[in-house]
């Protein structure tokens, strides 16, 4: 299926969560916010939150720094 990640189209694999998808893409959980079509989804929901077809994801990383 496609979705669009950052504005980006990708592919992902059917029935997808959202833990599957941040885990493919290696990214730090403990900095990420995600947002799924508008709506902020909660960490603990990531993993029983499944993507479908279309689906518009915001991933955000937050670094600190100096």
């Known amino acids: 299926m496609q979705l669009l990640v950052?504005?980006?189209?990708?592919?992902?694999a059917k029935d997808a969560t959202l833990a599957e998808l941040i885990g493919h893409k290696?990214?730090?959980?403990?900095?990420?916010v995600v947002e799924l079509n508008g709506a902020i989804i909660k960490q603990e929901l990531w993993a029983t939150t499944r993507l479908k077809d279309g689906d518009q994801l915001e991933l955000l990383s937050f670094v600190g720094g100096g």
């Open 6 to 12: 950052n504005g980006a189209k990708e592919q992902c």
């Open 26 to 32: 290696k990214l730090r959980k403990d900095s990420l």
